[in-house]
């Protein structure tokens, strides 16, 4: 079955970078949205970032754009989201999401996925 499973989590000081992983499995892969969420400590999850298996557009929420990249490995079913110059609002949870089909405009921030992973934590202080 459909399994998601990320990592690259960790506890950083403001400034730094990481690089979180998804490791996608049980299913072809070919065209697929797949999306980044976090739940930042008290708050509801929000869409981060999420882009369409066959590439090559991307989608950011908009508070986001500059220090987020979403890339995908086709080779080897990995998604990939890069944070850079990380601060303490970064803290949260990330979740990693997967659904049949290629992501839309106005689709791809909505809880819509049918899977997800059981996420991986970043912790940034200051």
């Known amino acids: 079955q459909v399994q998601l499973v990320e990592s690259g989590g960790d506890s950083v000081q403001a400034g730094g970078s990481l690089r979180l992983s998804c490791q996608a499995t049980?299913?072809?892969?070919?065209?697929?949205?797949m999306g980044w969420f976090r739940r930042p400590p008290g708050k509801v999850r929000e869409a981060v970032a999420a882009?369409?298996?066959?590439?090559?557009?991307?989608y950011y929420a908009d508070d986001l754009k500059g220090r987020f990249t979403i890339s995908y490995d086709s080779a080897k079913h990995t998604l990939f989201l890069q944070i850079d110059n990380l601060n303490p609002e970064d803290t949260a949870k990330y979740f990693c999401?997967?659904?049949?089909?290629?992501?839309?405009?106005?689709?791809?921030?909505?809880?819509?996925?049918?899977?997800w992973g059981q996420g991986t934590q970043v912790t940034v202080s200051s």
């Open positions: 049980g299913a072809t892969w070919s065209r697929y949205c």
């Open positions: 999401a997967a659904e049949v089909g290629d992501c839309d405009t106005y689709g791809w921030a909505s809880e819509r996925y049918l899977h």
């Open positions: 882009m369409s298996t066959r590439g090559p557009e991307t």
